[in-house]
C-alpha cells in the first residue's frame, strides 16, 4: 500500500530564516505530486504540483520555491520567511493519470 | 477558472440528527466532484467522489453526496450523525474538459455534533 510522510510535523521560525519542508511517498512510481497550504477560513491553496522528476509548476507567485529531486521526494522551500508564510502546509500525491489524491499528515509552520 | 462555494462555515447538529453540508461549483461541461474530511491536525481523507455514473455516491461511514448538474451542487448529507463525524469537510473539483489534475477546494464547512 502507499503511505505519504512529511516532516517536520511542526515548526517554528524567525522571520527571514530559510525554510525546507520534506515530503515522501512510498508504495508507488511516478506519481504526480502537490503542495498546499492551509490559512484559517481559507480552504487549501493549491502552492505547486510535479508531474515528473525536476517538472515544477507554481500556482501562485511568492517567496516559496520547490523541488522535486527524486521521483517520490518533494521539497518545499524558502530563503526568506514572512509573518504570512504561517500555515498548515499538506504535500499530496496522486496516480499519474487519476484524479483522486491522497494527503499527508501535514506540518504546521509558525513564523514569528 | 472553477471554483467552489461552501455556503456554510459552520455547522452546529444535534448526535442522531440528519445533517446537510452544501457545495455549488462554478459551471462547466464535465466536472469530478470529491468530498474530503479533514480531523484537527491531521491531513484531508478523501470521503467520496463522483466521477461519472450514478450521480449518488455513498461513503463507508454513512455519508451520501448527489450530483445536480442542472443546479451545479454536490451536497453531502448524513441521516444521523454521530459525535466522531465532528470535522471539517472540504468540497473539490476538478475541471476535467481542461484536462488538468489539480483540484479547485472550497473554503470548508465545520461540522460540530452537540452530544
Known amino acids: 500500500s502507499q503511505t505519504i510522510h512529511q516532516w517536520p510535523a511542526t515548526l517554528v521560525q524567525p522571520v527571514g530564516s530559510p525554510l525546507s519542508l520534506e515530503c515522501t511517498v512510498e508504495g508507488t512510481s511516478n506519481p504526480n505530486l502537490y503542495w498546499y497550504r492551509q490559512a484559517a477560513g481559507r480552504g487549501l491553496q493549491l502552492l505547486f504540483y510535479?508531474?515528473?522528476?525536476?517538472?515544477i509548476s507554481s500556482e501562485v507567485p511568492q517567496n516559496l520555491s520547490a523541488s522535486r529531486p527524486q521521483d517520490r521526494q518533494f521539497i518545499l522551500s524558502s530563503k526568506k520567511l514572512l509573518l504570512s508564510d504561517s500555515g498548515f502546509y499538506l504535500c499530496?500525491?496522486?496516480?499519474?493519470?487519476?484524479?483522486?489524491?491522497?494527503f499527508g499528515p501535514g506540518t504546521r509552520l509558525t513564523v514569528t | 477558472a472553477q471554483s467552489v462555494t461552501q455556503l456554510d462555515s459552520q455547522v452546529p447538529v444535534f448526535e442522531e440528527a440528519p445533517v446537510e453540508l452544501r457545495c455549488n461549483y462554478s459551471s462547466s461541461v464535465s466536472v469530478y466532484l470529491f468530498w474530503y474530511v479533514q480531523y484537527p491536525n491531521q491531513g484531508l481523507q478523501l470521503l467520496l467522489k463522483y466521477l461519472s455514473g450514478s450521480t449518488l455516491v455513498e461513503s463507508i461511514n454513512g455519508f451520501e453526496a448527489e450530483f445536480n448538474k442542472s443546479q451545479t451542487s454536490f451536497h453531502l448529507r448524513k441521516p444521523s450523525v454521530h459525535i466522531s463525524d465532528t470535522a471539517e469537510y472540504f468540497c473539490a473539483v476538478i475541471d476535467s474538459g481542461a484536462g488538468s489534475y489539480q483540484l479547485t477546494f472550497g473554503k470548508g464547512t465545520k461540522l460540530s455534533v452537540i452530544p
Open positions: 510535479s508531474v515528473g522528476i525536476g517538472q
Open positions: 499530496a500525491w496522486s496516480h499519474r493519470d487519476s484524479y483522486e489524491q491522497y
